[in-house]
């Protein structure tokens, strides 16, 4: 079967994961790694070839957290905004990076570089407000220093650490 250059890296996942329906989790995961989301696409060929309808992977994609049907940024920012967070002023972070990227929770940046989501707890309570950037913690945040972190992922080569 002569596959689409668009699926090579699709077929590749899929034939890692052994070709399995119980691994869907799994090979989904690989696929939110490779393209920061999981795309219409892909998801209807991953159900040609693992014999499992469209539903079922949408059902399982919309159920986990991690999973996201719209494109994500390279820099994947998550802000806390349970209790201890909101209440050290976790809307000022939020209100920093609007500013600073011109974007609210749930968007991403017309450059695919940056997306921001609020989420309910980030389980660094000691460190309130706090965000993860792409697993990064960086806590006891204000606007200042939120807007500051941003404009050093802005100059960062992919080579390099903030």
């Not at 989790?25 to 070839?49: F, M, S």
């Not at 967070?85 to 570089?113: F, N, Y």
């Not at 609020?118 to 006891?140: F, H, R, T």
């Amino acid at each position: 079967m002569a596959l689409t250059r668009n699926f090579e890296k699709v077929e590749e996942i899929i034939q890692r994961h052994g070709r399995k329906k119980e691994n869907l989790v799994k090979i989904l995961l690989d696929v939110q790694k490779e393209y920061r989301h999981i795309p219409k696409d892909v998801v209807n060929y991953i159900g040609v070839a693992l014999g499992v309808p469209p539903a079922k992977i949408y059902g399982v994609a919309t159920f986990y957290a991690q999973f996201s049907l719209k494109p994500k940024g390279k820099y994947t920012i998550l802000v806390c905004d349970g209790t201890a967070c909101h209440m050290e002023g976790s809307m000022s972070v939020l209100k920093a990076l609007e500013e600073e990227l011109g974007i609210k929770p749930g968007e991403v940046t017309q450059d695919l570089k940056f997306s921001v989501d609020k989420v309910g707890c980030l389980g660094a309570c000691a460190l309130a407000p706090a965000m993860v950037i792409n697993g990064e913690v960086y806590g006891n945040l204000n606007a200042e220093k939120t807007k500051e972190i941003i404009r050093k992922y802005k100059e960062r080569k992919d080579d390099e650490n903030v």
